[in-house]
Nanobody, 115 residues
Framework: QVQLVESGGGLVQAGGSLRLSCAAS????????MGWYRQAPGKQRELVAD???????KYADSVKGRFTISRDNAKNTLYLQMNTLKPEDTAVYYC?????????WGQGTQVTVSS
């Protein structure tokens, strides 16, 4: 059983920074593509950024240049450094681990950016 536990969310003023972490249990972390998704009230869940097992990254256009995704395979942990936060970044942020035959989700962490 794989568990993903996010942490690091909170309330921050516009222009501030937060660092999200996702701790993974189980043996799939090193082979999985890890991603951060977010869902704002009334909107669909969307990809924020993901990183392959080889370290290739992809970002949503809305966060390019502000957010950085990284992973530490030795610690089974995924990170999302979020800088220059905007009120429109307010959402529940979810960690995802996926492979060809699996996809697991964390419970989410709330990020609220005040103007």
């Amino acid at each position: 059983q794989v568990q993903l536990v996010e942490s690091g969310g909170g309330l921050v003023q516009a222009g501030g920074s937060l660092r999200l972490s996702c701790a993974a249990s189980g043996s799939i972390f090193s082979i999985a593509t890890m991603g951060w998704y977010r869902q704002a009230p009334g909107k669909q869940r969307e990809l924020v950024a993901d990183i392959t097992s080889g370290g290739s990254t992809k970002y949503a256009d809305s966060v390019k240049g502000r957010f950085t995704i990284s992973r530490d395979n030795a610690k089974n942990t995924l990170y999302l450094q979020m800088n220059t936060l905007k009120p429109e970044d307010t959402a529940v942020y979810y960690c995802n681990a996926r492979g060809r035959v699996f996809s697991f989700w964390g419970q989410g962490t709330q990020v609220t950016v005040s103007s």
